[in-house]
């Protein structure tokens, strides 16, 4: 497992901020997300543990399904 990355959060302005926030997977210490991304660097930072707590909709189905791809051993 590898604990090279964090989540980093975007901030959604209008209807989606109801929902939270919308978070990102980012290499450590990076703000590009590993969608292409780029988040903001003063939005929030959660460990990449936490990754299975993030809701399904506050997930970016780019960065969970790259993040997926890189710690899969093959
Ligand atoms: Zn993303």
Do not use: F, K
Not at 33 to 38: H, Q, S, V, Y
């Amino acid at each position: 497992m590898s604990s090279q990355y964090e989540l980093r959060a975007e901030h959604q302005p209008g209807e989606m901020a109801r929902n939270g926030h919308h978070w990102h997977v980012v290499r450590h210490g990076s703000l590009l997300g590993l969608c292409g991304r780029l988040t903001s660097p003063v939005g929030e930072l959660q460990e990449i543990l936490l990754i299975d707590d993030v809701r399904m909709e506050g997930r970016c189905p780019s960065c969970w399904a790259a993040y997926d791809e890189v710690t899969t051993p093959v």
